[in-house]
């Protein structure tokens, strides 16, 4: 599918919220589950929630379950990450990825995952 564009990116202080965009130019993402992951400097890739095409089921990890929410615009052909009670854990570049299939495993798009250039999300007072 290529890849995504994600925006939306700022600093933020603890507790404050955060809208992220992920967009595609070039096809419809409404076949596709859209999954968002983080990576912060020294750790891993963490894939924290998944959104499934046709009823848009979501799925979130345990660590932004309740504060976190991921929507579709299907007019706009575009997945939203609105984030809330942001932490200085939650630090990190945020990227988006469309699975191969509609469908999410858990908070994990089925399918090989080709993650977007990111958008930069820093929590700090």
């Known amino acids: 599918q290529g890849h995504l564009v994600e925006s939306g990116g700022d600093f933020v202080q603890p507790g404050g919220s955060l809208r992220l965009s992920c967009a595609a130019s070039?096809?419809?993402?409404?076949?596709?589950?859209i999954g968002w992951s983080r990576h912060a400097p020294g750790k891993e890739r963490e894939i924290f929630s998944c959104i499934s095409s046709g009823d848009g089921s979501t799925y979130y990890a345990d660590s932004v379950k309740g504060r976190f929410t991921v929507s579709r615009d299907y007019a706009n052909n575009t997945v939203y990450l609105q984030m809330a009670n942001l932490k200085p854990e939650d630090t990190g570049l945020y990227s988006c990825a469309a699975g191969d299939n509609y469908y999410c495993i858990g908070h994990v798009p089925v399918g090989s995952l080709d993650w977007g250039q990111g958008t930069q999300v820093t929590v700090s007072s």
């Open positions: 070039r096809y419809t993402l409404d076949y596709y589950a």
